[in-house]
Every structure is written in C-alpha cells, then in structure tokens.
C-alpha cells in the first residue's frame, strides 16, 4: 500500500518521464538487482556466488524472501548530502555493504552509489560528475556515523559511484569501464599498500539497445537492457529475468515492473501523441523522438534563465558557456525571448 501511495503521489505531481524514473530506483534497489551489479562491478565481490551477495548488503542476512514483503529491497541511506555548504546534492540510490572475509565486528566496509542517468546527451562530462559524487562520499565520511572520527584517516571507507546510462550515441553502447586510483613509482621502487590508497571506483555503464534474447550468455549489460530498454512486455521480462537470472519475483517486484513497463507506454505515447500534433506522420518512433526533444529545450530553457540571472550575459554567450547543444539552440534561444519579454 504504501508503495502504491507513493508511487501515486510521484505521477501526480511529476510528469511521466520523473515518475519512469522513481519505478527505476526502486528496481535497482532490489538486493536480487544489486546483486549482480556488484559482482560484475564491484571487485570485492567478484568471486563471491551471485546468490550469496545480498546477505553483505547493508550486514542484512536476510536472504529467503517472503511475496508477502519487501525483504529483498535495501533500506538505503540518506541520499540528501549537505556535507559541503551551498552544494547540497542527492544520490539516486546510496547504500553500505559489508566485506567478504572482514572481520565479523565490521559493519560497513564499503559506500556504493548508483545513478540511473537516463541520456548520455549532458551539457558536462557525466563522468566528471561521477568523480565528484565519489569525492563527496569520501569527504562526509568524516565524524559521521559509519565513517570515521577526528584524524582517524586508516578508517576511510571505500567508494563505488556506479552509473547507469540508459540512452547514448552508437558509440557507446556496450562500454563498461572503470575508474581507480593506481600507484606509479617515478624514481625509487617502493609500494605501498594498496587498501591506503584504493578507496574509490567509478563505474560507467552504458547497455547496447539490442541484444540477442537467445544467447545463451546472460550477463548484467543484458538483465540492464531487459530491465529498462528492451521492448517486451512486463510479462515477458518477468519470465527472462526469472528463468535466466534466477530473479525471484517477489509481489512488490512485480508490480514494480507492471509500472515500469505501464509508464514506459505511457512515455512512448505521449511522444508520439506530441510527434502528431506537430504534423509527423512518421509514426511512434518519431513521435517519441519529438517528445523527448521537446523536454530537453525545456531543461535548456531553464538552466539558460538561470544562468542568465546569475552571471548578466547574453542567451548566445550563456549557451556557448553551458554548450548547448547547436541542433536545438534556435528553439531555446525563442523560448527564451518569449519568457524574458
């Protein structure tokens, strides 16, 4: 009930594209989801079994499942950093994860962030802004509950900031890379111990549109692309999710993905139904197409205004500042006028 309340409250007061988004964090807050996230990502788990991941999420043991409730999902911490005055940012998904072989005293060996982004297509460099987040995540680590006290530097935890990009040029379909920290010695040889310096990871994901539903090798870039850009129906990707993933489809799981699977529709169609009144007769994939243009002038717009207010220049000098992209500058750049007469 109370996901269903929520649930409710986000598509009447956002649109559908923020309410898509909501349905997406609380799937890949499933400890099943994370799960093979992490033993593909996380190098501490990865060779660890899939199945005996969730019981170091958040120390939780917890690993039978019941339909009746929501055991598999992490509790989470609090996304809302305010660690740094004036630049407050909020986390997609923030939780703690227990080590494997730690000392069974250790709560928290690790902070692991997920971003589901939902377009490659960003004024900065997403992973630039994946660097920062870790950054972040190591700076309020310090006399915070969990982290560590005073000058007690040999207790900073380790980072994961793992971002999901669900739409990207060809290009970067299939990339998974990874970021760390690695020691190079430039005169005399001497290593120090990697767990001094190993404290942070970016992890930068980007799911091809297509895979081929009959290989037989389900990894996490395939489950990613069922789960969030696969056209098939709530139905279907319950079926692959739980024959070839083992993916237990618990009652709040399943309903979940009906209203992923409802809103993604939903989004389509309000693209098309946008694509229409604009005179494409192209059909559902241009209309989505327009849909989805429409909404980033009108991100643009904003982000533009409010430049404009904080630094007194131009529209032109503001959008070459922000790097607005040139195919939809004439259309941002009308907007603008219109808001300013």
């Excluded at 690993?63 to 407050?88: F, M, P």
């Excluded at 971003?115 to 310090?142: D, G």
């Excluded at 990894?219 to 993933?245: E, H």
């Excluded at 533009?304 to 630094?311: E, H, N, P, Y």
């Amino acid at each position: 009930m109370k996901n269903n309340l929520e649930v409710a409250d986000a598509i009447e007061i956002n649109d559908l594209n923020k309410a898509y988004d909501e349905y997406c964090k609380k799937i890949l807050s499933n400890k099943q989801i994370l799960a093979r996230i992490m033993k593909e990502c996380v190098a501490e788990y990865r060779d660890i079994p899939v199945e005996d991941i969730p019981s170091y999420i958040e120390n939780d043991p917890q690993l039978d499942v019941s339909v009746e409730d929501e055991t598999d999902k992490i509790q989470g911490r609090n996304v809302e950093d305010q660690s740094v005055h004036g630049a407050e940012i909020k986390y997609d998904i923030l939780f703690d994860a227990k080590l494997p072989n730690s000392d069974e005293n250790e709560r928290i060996g690790l902070f692991i962030n997920i971003e589901a982004q939902n377009s490659s297509n960003t004024p900065y460099p997403i992973l630039s802004r994946a660097v920062y987040y870790c950054s972040r995540l190591l700076a309020k680590q310090k006399n915070m509950q969990g982290g560590f006290q005073n000058s007690e530097f040999q207790n900073l935890k380790k980072v994961y900031s793992i971002w999901i990009v669900m739409n990207s040029n060809k290009a970067m379909e299939g990339v998974l890379n990874k970021y760390t920290i690695t020691e190079e010695c430039l005169e005399t040889k001497y290593y120090f111990p990697k767990a001094d310096y190993d404290k942070l990871s970016v992890v930068m994901i980007y799911p091809k549109r297509e895979y081929d539903i009959k290989d037989n090798k389900h990894s996490m870039m395939k489950m990613l692309n069922i789960l969030f850009k696969a056209r098939m129906s709530a139905q279907d990707k319950k079926y692959q999710l739980s024959k070839n993933y083992g993916i237990m489809m618990t009652r709040a799981m399943d309903k979940e993905m009906d209203g992923m699977c409802n809103l993604s529709k939903g989004v389509r169609e309000e693209g098309r139904a946008e694509g229409l009144k604009q005179g494409l007769e192209e059909g559902l994939e241009k209309g989505l197409e327009k849909g989805l243009e429409k909404g980033r002038v009108e991100m643009a717009v904003d982000m533009i205004l409010g430049l404009m207010r904080t630094t007194n220049k131009s529209v032109s000098e503001v959008m070459d500042m922000a790097d607005v992209d040139k195919a939809i500058r004439p259309q941002v750049e009308k907007a603008v006028k219109q808001s300013t007469k």
